[in-house]
T-cell receptor
Framework: DAMVIQNPRYQVTQFGKPVTLSCSQT?????MYWYQQKSSQAPKLLFH???????NEADTPDNFQSRRPNTSFCFLDIRSPGLGDAAMYLC??????????????FGQGTRLTVV | GEDVEQSLFLSVREGDSSVINCTYT??????LYWYKQEPGAGLQLLTY?????DMKQDQRLTVLLNKKDKHLSLRIADTQTGDSAIYFC???????????FGQGTTLQVKP
């Protein structure tokens, strides 16, 4: 059974049109992460939530926002997508950061295309 | 800052062993991970090793860690065509659980 679910799997959006990607988890994990993976590159962390505390990476553009209304759901909002934002967006969860046996579980990803 | 490096491509014949190598720079690394990514899919955790270990074996997978040289390797025994994928090494030492990924090694398994 899928434990970290991302919807949709594929998203096409217009240049400049706001888009929201969603992630849900059935693991009841405290931490949820959003990674961006551009073609043939390593995944790169955008931000994460530890419970309700939002933690932004220093180099994440302002165009990217996130919401976590409850433990199970986390959303990635791209306010004005540009062509350079086309990528695979990966959601991950972990029970506690930096602790033993708290490895991150990843969803299948949402591939975003900007036209 | 932390950095993780991997060779980009490895080609082996079915039935041979594959060895994928990774180097990292963070001397305070506590956990190092191997993830597998098939085309168009998310990341699947294969295995991880704690920094006070030098070897971990899990069925066909063997992880070796040389902490002095900051070198990590993943050996896949009896490699199968289904093992063809991109393999990412990741450093998970941050207190936030943030993973620093290498650029991935594409493993091609020839029949």
């Amino acid at each position: 059974d899928a434990m970290v679910i991302q919807n949709p799997r594929y998203q096409v959006t217009q240049f400049g049109k706001p888009v929201t990607l969603s992630c849900s988890q059935t693991l009841n994990h405290n931490v949820m992460y959003w990674y961006q993976q551009k073609s043939s590159q390593a995944p790169k962390l955008l931000f994460h939530y530890y419970d309700k505390d939002f933690n932004n990476e220093a180099d994440t553009p302002d165009n990217f926002q996130s919401r976590r209304p409850n433990t199970s759901f986390c959303f990635l909002d791209i306010r004005s997508p540009g062509l350079g934002d086309a990528a695979m967006y990966l959601c991950a969860t972990s029970r506690e950061p930096g602790q033993l046996n708290t490895e991150a579980f990843f969803g299948q990803g949402t591939r975003l295309t900007v036209v | 800052g932390e950095d993780v490096e991997q060779s980009l491509f490895l080609s082996v014949r079915e039935g041979d062993s594959s060895v994928i190598n990774c180097t990292y720079t963070d001397s305070s690394s506590t956990y190092l991970y191997w993830y597998k990514q098939e085309p168009g899919a998310g990341l699947q955790l294969l295995t991880y090793i704690f920094s006070n270990m030098d070897m971990k074996q899990d069925q066909r997978l063997t992880v070796l860690l040389n902490k002095k040289d900051k070198h990590l390797s993943l050996r896949i025994a009896d490699t199968q065509t289904g093992d063809s994928a991109i393999y990412f090494c990741a450093d998970g030492s941050s207190n936030t659980g943030k993973l620093i990924f290498g650029q991935g090694t594409t493993l091609q398994v020839k029949p």
